[in-house]
Nanobody, 127 residues
C-alpha cells in the first residue's frame, strides 16, 4: 500500500523560509514523477513543483520560480520542497503526489497526472 507522508509545515513570517518533506513508502513500481501541489481555503488545488524523472528536470509555475526548489533523496524515498521568500499568499495546505512510470505522458502540472497523494501539511505565512 502506497503511503505519502508530508511534514515540515508550520507558521513562518513573510520573507522567511520553510522546507517541507514527503516520505514515500510501499512503492513497488517505478516512479515517473513526484509533484507538490497546494490548496488555499476556498481555492482549487494548484501545481507548485514537480520533478519528472524521465526527463531529469524540475518544473515550476511562474509564481514560485526563483523562490521554491524541489529536490529528492532517493536513498530516503523522500522529496523536499524548499520555500524561500515566502509570501502571505503562499499560505495553504501543501500536498505531495507521485505517479507510476507507465503514466509518463500525463501532465505533470495537473492533479489528474498523479495517482497517489499525501494527507497534506499546513503552511501559514504571516504578513
Amino acid at each position: 500500500q502506497v503511503q505519502l507522508v508530508e511534514s515540515g509545515g508550520g507558521l513562518v513570517q513573510a520573507g522567511g523560509s520553510l522546507r517541507v518533506s514527503c516520505v514515500a513508502s510501499g512503492v513497488t513500481f517505478s516512479t515517473d514523477a513526484m509533484g507538490w501541489f497546494r490548496q488555499a481555503p476556498g481555492k482549487e488545488r494548484e501545481f507548485v513543483a514537480a520533478w519528472v524523472f524521465s526527463g531529469g528536470n524540475p518544473y515550476y509555475p511562474n509564481f514560485v520560480k526563483g523562490r521554491f526548489t524541489i529536490s529528492r533523496d532517493n536513498a530516503k524515498n523522500t522529496v523536499y520542497l524548499q520555500m524561500n521568500s515566502l509570501k502571505a499568499e503562499d499560505t495553504a495546505v501543501y500536498y505531495c503526489a507521485i505517479r507510476e512510470r507507465k503514466y509518463y505522458n500525463r501532465p505533470y502540472d495537473r492533479q489528474s497526472g498523479y495517482d497517489y497523494w499525501g494527507q497534506g501539511t499546513q503552511v501559514t505565512v504571516s504578513s
